[in-house]
T-cell receptor
Framework: GDSVTQMEGPVTLSEEAFLTINCTYT??????LFWYVQYPGEGLQLLLK?????DKGSNKGFEATYRKETTSFHLEKGSVQVSDSAVYFC????????????FGQGTRLTINP | SQTIHQWPATLVQPVGSPLSLECTVE??????LYWYRQAAGRGLQLLFY??????ISSEVPQNLSASRPQDRQFILSSKKLLLSDSGFYLC?????????????????FGPGTRLTVT
């Protein structure tokens, strides 16, 4: 079945470091891909998205490119800030059904000053 | 613009007590609605979804139930809570957007309810 696999966390970095959070997926058909972010005690916010191969989603300095050949959607940021500390979820949208999202397990990111 | 509300924000309930969590959406009509649970340190588990009034689909068999009495209202209930029901409950609504000329369906989440069963 459709699934999303994220790199294991937690991830701890120093401020201004380069960030990569890996995400790979298994899906039938041609899914849309998403990254959501969850700040402590809050709901999820849509961070960025991509709907077709080679599309690059970007927002708040974060980027992810839809790689169909490697079935990946890795999240990157060139210089992280303390305020980026959160849990990040990769997700795909199922083609069939009630537009359900399939989420990865989440990666907790902590940025130290 | 669309907004989604959940209440209460936090709840502490004893084992065996009933539960009712409410979610309402403003600024859109006939949305798909979803209930997720996030256990401590874990990912999101889809519990229920609804494509219209009175239409509920269950993803995981358990002692929870959901109802959609109005177009933009989604309720999560239990007759008797278990300790394992503790967690962070998130409601979401689904809407259509466009990215790179292609339709993109997105889900937007409420602020969540933290439930502790004691």
């Amino acid at each position: 079945g459709d699934s999303v696999t994220q790199m294991e966390g937690p991830v701890t970095l120093s401020e201004e470091a380069f960030l990569t959070i890996n995400c790979t997926y298994t899906a039938t058909g041609y899914p849309s891909l998403f990254w959501y972010v969850q700040y402590p005690g809050e709901g999820l916010q849509l961070l960025l998205k991509a709907t077709k191969a080679d599309d690059k989603g970007s927002n708040k300095g974060f980027e992810a490119t839809y790689r169909k050949e490697t079935t990946s959607f890795h999240l990157e940021k060139g210089s992280v800030q303390v305020s980026d500390s959160a849990v990040y979820f990769c997700a795909l949208r199922l083609i069939q059904g009630a537009q359900k999202l399939v989420f990865g397990q989440g990666t907790r990111l902590t940025i130290n000053p | 613009s669309q907004t989604i509300h959940q209440w209460p924000a936090t709840l502490v309930q004893p084992v065996g007590s009933p539960l009712s969590l409410e979610c309402t959406v403003e600024g859109t009509s006939n949305p798909n609605l979803y209930w997720y649970r996030q256990a401590a340190g874990r990912g999101l588990q889809l519990l229920f979804y609804s494509v219209g009034i009175g239409q509920i689909s269950s993803e995981v068999p358990q002692n929870l139930s959901a109802s959609r009495p109005q177009d933009r209202q989604f309720i999560l209930s239990s007759k008797k809570l278990l300790l394992s029901d503790s967690g962070f409950y998130l409601c979401a609504w689904g809407g259509r957007g466009w990215t790179s000329g292609r339709a993109s369906y997105e889900q937007y989440f409420g602020p969540g309810t933290r439930l502790t069963v004691t």
